[in-house]
T-cell receptor
Framework: DSGVTQTPKHLITATGQRVTLRCSPRSGDLSVYWYQQSLDQGLQFLIQYYNGEERAKGNILERFSAQQFPDLHSELNLSSLELGDSALYFC?????????????FGSGTRLTVV | AQSVTQLGSHVSVSEGALVLLRCNYSSSVPPYLFWYVQYPNQGLQLLLKYTSAATLVKGINGFEAEFKKSETSFHLTKPSAHMSDAAEYFC??????????????FGQGTILTVHP
């Protein structure tokens, strides 16, 4: 157990639907990062939050949004889902910026859009 | 901007042979470099990291990597492969400062196969 908890582990949904992925960071970590892993794109950075505020954005689609709550857990919302959104979504956490302290990854949520 | 190139999407070795997985990076700021391993249907596990201290970094499971600034490389090695090392390995970089601070940029991954 890495200390980063992601729920659900698996999600199957239909095109056009909306889902929410949840991430609880490791105790004491203030930063949360979301990544998408797919066969064709590899591991892509989506977005970072630090202590409740958005810190950095990657190639995140406008249909996707995220937030970090006061208790530091984070949610990634995916809407108007398309077949191409099927992927493994990882959450990672770090104490602050991650470079010095490292990143801890959760086990991921596997999203299948049918 | 930062980027990582992993040379070879697939590497195959015999059990007991040397493992060498190649990683080259590009960074406009001093980099922090990482190697992660991913076993099938699992998350990413940190093998080792370079954070500007010793250039030779030792990690878990007998792996080590050497930071070579002149070659912009951070290759991962293990003297003797074990069947349990079969997995996908990712090299990643983040910057020590600037707008990229905090974000990990990954290479495309190298799948290691170990033959008996």
């Amino acid at each position: 157990d890495s200390g980063v908890t992601q729920t659900p582990k698996h999600l199957i949904t239909a095109t056009g639907q909306r889902v929410t992925l949840r991430c609880s960071p490791r105790s004491g970590d203030l930063s949360v990062y979301w990544y998408q892993q797919s066969l064709d794109q590899g591991l892509q950075f989506l977005i970072q939050y630090y202590n409740g505020e958005e810190r950095a954005k990657g190639n995140i689609l406008e249909r996707f949004s995220a937030q970090q709550f006061p208790d530091l857990h984070s949610e990634l919302n995916l809407s108007s889902l398309e077949l191409g959104d099927s992927a493994l979504y990882f959450c990672a956490s770090s104490v602050r910026g991650g470079g010095t302290y490292g990143y801890t990854f959760g086990s991921g949520t596997r999203l299948t859009v049918v | 901007a930062q980027s990582v190139t992993q040379l070879g999407s697939h590497v195959s070795v015999s059990e007991g042979a040397l493992v060498l997985l190649r990683c080259n990076y590009s960074s406009s700021v001093p980099p922090y470099l990482f190697w992660y391993v991913q076993y099938p249907n699992q998350g990413l596990q940190l093998l080792l990291k370079y954070t500007s201290a010793a250039t030779l970094v030792k990690g878990i499971n007998g792996f080590e990597a050497e930071f070579k600034k002149s070659e912009t490389s951070f290759h991962l090695t293990k003297p003797s492969a074990h069947m349990s090392d079969a997995a996908e390995y990712f090299c990643a970089v983040t910057g020590a400062g600037g707008t990229s601070y905090g974000k990990l940029t990954f290479g495309q991954g190298t799948i290691l196969t170990v033959h008996p």
